[in-house]
């Protein structure tokens, strides 16, 4: 299931790419994680803590890259799944978001991109099936 869910269109140059630019975005990530309350200076402080942006940007780049190489049928059902996966997404983090301002509970905003990748597999495994 998983190949046929994930791996259609990723070629020998997509698992290179992808493995190259998470083994640069891990250690950016850490670095600038562990070092920006050191830093005093606010524009060196928004370059360390923008420094993960160009790997997640290689990474969506890849991705898109992948998609297009498949079939119109294959680009439907990501297409689908994106949409689907970005409403609730966009309906959970409102949510938590108001729920965060009333005091509630308490929400980081770094919750929202693994929530966002969440949502988008489990779009992804409904809009398979749903093609099947």
Not at 27 to 47: G, Y
Not at 95 to 117: K, Q
Request: net charge positive; with cysteine.
């Amino acid at each position: 299931m998983f190949r046929e869910l994930w791996c259609e269109g990723a070629t020998r140059k997509y698992w290179w790419a992808s493995a190259f630019l998470m083994l640069g975005y891990l250690p950016t990530i850490v670095f600038a994680m562990s070092k920006m309350e050191s830093i005093q200076s606010p524009a060196l402080r928004a370059l360390v803590a923008l420094s993960p942006m160009p790997f997640i940007m290689g990474l969506a780049y890849a991705e898109y890259l992948r998609i297009r190489r498949t079939d119109e049928l294959r680009q439907r059902v990501e297409l689908e799944a994106g949409l689907v996966g970005m409403v609730v997404s966009i309906l959970a983090l409102t949510a938590l978001g108001l729920l965060d301002n009333a005091g509630v509970i308490r929400v980081s905003l770094m919750t929202a991109p693994p929530l966002m990748c969440f949502f988008y597999v489990c779009a992804q495994i409904w809009a398979h099936r749903h093609y099947r």
